[in-house]
C-alpha cells in the first residue's frame, strides 16, 4: 500500500520537554486566538491565515520560536472539533511540513479536550497517513518521496497510546487498500485479481492480529461453484466476458459470543463498458471505479480483523467486469437470482443490481442482525446529491439511525433517501418477477433501491449508492486525487462501535 510513511516513524510523549529536537513544530490556534501566534496582523494577512479548521501557515518570523525550527500554525477554528477536523488538520499540517524530516506536535493534546485523549490521537495519525498516500505505481518515474519522517506527537497522560496508534494504522490501511484497488487500471485489476488481493489482505491481517481474540477465513467462489449456487445474476452480468467471474466471502468470527452478525456486501465490477447497451466515451472514462463498493468492503475487513471487535462479520464482493461480448446477456433476456426470484434484463447497463441481487440474497440466508451493501450504482445519485454525499436507503428505521451515526462519527456524508412503495410498479414485469430498471427515467436511485430491497426481504438492511464519493479532484487533507477509500472509515465504525 503507497503510504510513503511507517507507523514507526511516529513517537508519543507526555512530556512535551522531553521530546526529542525536531526541524518543525506547530502552533495549533483557534480562529479568534490568533494574537498567541506572536505574529502581527499584517503578517497574518499576508499569510492568508485566518485560524479556520486545518488550515496552515508557515510562520518563519514569529516569536519565541529557535532560529533552526519552523513554526506551521494550525488552524482549529471556532466550533468544538470533530474528529474529522482533527483529521484534516493533521493532513494538512503533513503536507505543510513534508519537505523537512521531522516535526513535533501538539494537535493531538490540544485537541483531546474536545474529543478525548484516545480519538485525538488516532486522528491525528490518521490524518497524517492519509496525506502521505500517493499512486504512482504505472509511472515511469516514481514521485519524489516526503522527506518527513519522524513525528513527535505530544499526548495527555492516561493516553492508550498503542490502542490509538493500532486503530488508525487500521482503517489508514484499510483506506489506502480501497483507495489502490480502485486506482487501478481495469487491465490490472480482473476479477480473479480482485480476489487474489483480498486474499492476500486479509492473510496479511490476519499475521497481524491476536489468535486470541477470534478468527479470520476467506474463500472465492469460481465460475462452476457460482453455477451450483445458483447465481444468476452475477452469472448474466459476466456472460459477455472473457475473464471469470469471483465471488469472494471473507469472515471475521470473533473468540467470544458475538454481540451482532453483519453482512457487508459490495459490488465488485472492474470495468463496465454498459454491456451490450454501450455507455458512452464519457460515461465509460471513468468506468474502473465500478468495484469501489468492493474496494470499501476489502479494505474494512481488513482493518476489522486487525482490531478484532467482538462483532462476528462477513463481507461478500460479487466481482466481474461487463463486457459486450457475442455471448451477452441481451436486454430482454430473464435471469434468475439465488433467491429464486427472475428479472427481466431490459438495460445490460443496470448491471450492478444484477450482481447485489445475489449477494443479498446470500447475506439474508445467514439471517445476520444487519446487511449492509455499497455500490457506484446510479449516476442519477450524483445528479441528486453530488459528488461529496453517498446516497442511503434502507428497509428498518433503527437500521437507517445506526448508519447515520456510524458516517457521523466517521466524518463521511451520507443523505437519507426514501424507498417509496408507490414506485414499486415501475419495476413490474410481464414475463419476470421484476425488471431491473423502472419503466421511465424519474427516480432512477430510488428504483434501483427498491429493486434492491427485493432481495434483503425482511432483514434489518442499509444501501450506500457511493457513486459521487468514491473518487475526487481534491489535492488537500487527508484526500489525494483519485480514489477516496469512502466507506470503509463508516463500516470501520459501524462494526467497532456496535
Known sequence: ???????????????????????????????????????????????????????????????????????????????????????????????????????????????????????????????MLLASYGFDQHKGEPSEADALGQVVLAAPDGTDTAAAIARAAAVAGGIALARDLVNQPAGALTASGLADAATEAIEAASAGAEPAAGTASIEVWDRERLVAEQCGGLLGVNAGSTEPPALIRMRWQPAAEPRATVHLVGKGITFDTGGLNLKSFEGMEWMKIDMGGAAAVIGAMSAIVRLAPDVAVTGICCCTDNQPGPTATKPGDVLHIRNGKTVEVLNTDAEGRLVLADGLSLAVEEEPDLVVDLATLTGACMVALGDKYAGLMGNDPAAIERAQAAARAAGELLWHLPLPPEYREQLDSPIADLRNIGKNRYGGTLHAGLFLSEFAGETPWVHFDIAGPVRTDTDAGELSPGASGFGVRTLVELICGW
Open 1 to 127: 500500500m503507497p503510504l510513503t510513511v511507517s507507523i514507526d516513524a511516529f513517537e508519543v510523549v507526555t512530556d512535551p520537554a522531553a521530546a526529542p529536537p525536531t526541524a518543525a513544530s506547530d502552533r495549533p490556534v483557534r480562529s479568534d486566538a490568533l494574537d498567541t501566534l506572536g505574529a502581527t496582523p499584517n503578517y497574518l494577512a499576508a499569510s492568508g491565515f485566518d485560524g479556520t479548521a486545518g488550515s496552515t501557515a508557515l510562520m518563519a518570523g514569529i516569536a519565541d520560536t529557535a532560529d533552526d525550527i519552523m513554526p506551521i500554525a494550525v488552524g482549529l477554528g471556532s466550533d468544538d472539533l470533530t474528529a474529522a477536523d482533527v483529521r484534516k488538520a493533521a493532513a494538512n499540517l503533513w503536507r505543510a511540513a513534508s519537505k523537512v524530516e521531522s516535526l513535533t506536535s501538539a494537535l493531538a493534546a490540544v485537541a483531546a479536550d474536545d474529543l478525548g485523549a484516545d480519538v485525538a490521537l488516532a486522528a491525528v495519525v490518521e490524518g
